[in-house]
């Protein structure tokens, strides 16, 4: 079993809104904090969100009040909802546990642009 796999993305005009999910093999998803993370092209992967066992999430300053980081204890799922979208959102988007990492998944691609 792949222990993450990540869906939702596309392409997406700026200001628009995207709802990313991550399926969670269950063995992690019970015990860690669950981070989202994104790659620009030539850039570091980096923390974008992450939501801890109980609910409490934390979120960088450059998503601040546009995306909401949330998790389904009874799906294993975690989820990513992105509005107001702006074009240096592009990346491509992973989600992993918190703070021992598992294999990254693909990804999935977030593209922001008119």
């Known amino acids: 079993q792949v222990p993450l796999v990540e869906s939702g993305g596309g392409l997406v005009q700026p200001g628009g809104s995207l709802r990313l999910s991550c399926a969670v093999e269950?063995?992690?998803?019970?015990?860690?904090?669950m981070g989202w993370y994104r790659q620009a092209p030539g850039m570091q992967r980096e923390l974008v969100a992450r939501?801890?066992?109980?609910?409490?999430?934390y979120y960088a300053d450059f998503v601040k009040g546009r995306f909401t980081i949330s998790r389904d204890n009874a799906e294993n799922m975690v989820y990513l909802q992105m509005n107001s979208l702006k074009s240096e959102d592009t990346a491509v988007y992973y989600c992993?546990?918190?703070?021992?990492?598992?294999?990254w998944g693909q990804g999935t691609r977030v593209t922001v642009s008119s």
């Open positions: 992993n546990s918190i703070p021992f990492p598992v294999a």
């Open positions: 269950e063995r992690i998803f019970e015990i860690y904090t």
């Open positions: 939501i801890g066992v109980g609910g409490t999430a």
